[in-house]
């Protein structure tokens, strides 16, 4: 993935990406300075932690957290986005209590507007 | 030589010794040498579900103390022609016995035996690690229950950082009509998040109350459904191809009776 695709605003952000080729299990952890790329899913009890952006080609249900140095811009995309906690920079969210929603297609996570927000994500890029 | 297979779960209490019991007891039935291991130092009940608690003269740990011959500790089973047990011991704990002396048992085992099936202890720890060491493959047991499933995910994470890959799933004491009032986690929920085989599902039974605490495995109860369950999954580990077992009229099995079959 280019430089240029991955910026939604045109800045340069973090080039380095590590790609991961298995599922993340109850237990097992990634911090990695950088953006994530994930084939498999996150599991509950898994986490990931990068300083840029995380996408998972798969479920997250565990606990993500991109943009952990503070980058405000990171996002986390997912094909199933039903994390158990999800943090953004300083921001931390979580599902509401007491709606089991499955995601049917994937979304994206990021800050808009100072809060984290979550859409459909439907393959174009949008500022 | 044969085959050792490690019973395992991570979490406590979801049937890892009744299974390893069953499993031990359908494969001798078949007319397998087979030889159970408690790994369980310190909490034995391997002995007590197969009812041979009276017999213990050695256990696990004076065989791998050298103590006495791997022969003398091993128990025959009262009603099952092959089936042997070696015991836990009761008065000491897991560093009671090494990883290294684990897997030279486990040689010695497989010297003699078609199947060393090793009943692991809960946990992570050295118990785990020692249960784990001498094995080819594993079978990780867990109840339609997030806890359970999550300590199962947990283990099949650290099987595979151990090189025991593409263990095998038993799903246990599950109850049909909870999973269709949407009470209970399904079978399809479960497989989702572990994501490895389905080896068989058995469903919440009585009878495995009734037969574990009179010691007599269930699997030769011909008429329960929890003994079907068994000697169904005893023939898959032999290699057979047997589809799933119904567990109640509707079809609640048949989306992913088709994913046992690989269609999908």
Not at chain 2, 127 to 145: H, L, Q
Request: charged fraction near 25%; aromatic fraction near 2%.
């Amino acid at each position: 993935m280019g430089r240029e695709r991955l910026s939604c605003t045109g800045e340069m952000v973090d080039d380095n990406t590590v790609l991961i080729q298995r599922t993340l299990r109850s237990g097992q952890k990634i911090h990695y300075d950088g953006n994530v790329v994930i084939i498999g899913d996150v599991n509950p009890g898994a986490e990931v932690v990068a300083t840029g952006n995380i996408i998972v080609m798969g479920a997250v249900r565990g606990v993500v957290h991109a943009g952990a140095g503070g980058n405000e811009k990171a996002m986390v995309l997912a094909f199933r986005l039903e994390p158990t906690q999800l943090r953004i920079a300083g921001h931390i969210t979580r599902p509401p209590d007491g709606q089991d929603l499955k995601p049917e297609q994937p979304e994206i996570a990021r800050i808009k507007n100072g809060v984290v927000t979550i859409e459909i994500y439907n393959g174009e890029r949008q500022g | 030589m044969g085959e050792v297979i490690v019973v395992t779960s991570g979490k406590g209490g979801v049937g890892k010794t009744t299974t390893t019991a069953n499993l031990g007891a359908g494969l001798a039935a078949h007319g397998h040498r087979v030889a159970l291991v408690d790994a369980d130092i310190g909490l034995r009940n391997l002995d007590v579900v197969l009812g041979l608690e009276n017999r213990i003269v050695y256990d696990i740990t004076d065989v791998t103390g050298g103590h006495c011959r791997l022969r003398q500790a091993l128990i025959k089973d009262k009603r099952f022609e092959g089936l042997f047990l070696l015991p836990a011991a009761q008065t000491k704990d897991k560093t009671a016995v090494s990883p290294d002396q684990m897997k030279a048992l486990c040689e010695e085992l497989r010297q003699e035996f078609d199947y060393v099936i090793i009943d692991c202890p809960a946990g992570i720890e050295q118990g785990f690690r020692n249960a784990i060491a001498g094995a080819d493959k594993a079978i990780v047991v867990t109840t339609p229950e997030v806890a359970a499933v999550r300590d199962a995910d947990r283990i099949i994470g650290l099987l595979e950082a151990s090189e025991l890959r593409d263990p095998k799933l038993i799903i246990n004491r599950i109850r049909p009509r909870m999973v269709r009032h949407g009470d209970m986690m399904s079978i399809e929920d479960i497989i989702d998040i572990l994501a490895i085989d389905l080896l068989g599902v058995v469903p919440e039974d009585e009878a495995v109350v009734i037969s574990t605490n009179r010691g007599e495995p269930v699997v030769q109860d011909e008429r329960s459904r929890s003994g079907q369950a068994y000697r169904n999954i005893v023939r898959r580990i032999k290699g057979e191809q047997v589809p799933m077992m119904k567990l109640e009229e509707g079809g609640l099995m048949s989306r992913f009776l088709r994913r046992m079959m690989g269609l999908s």
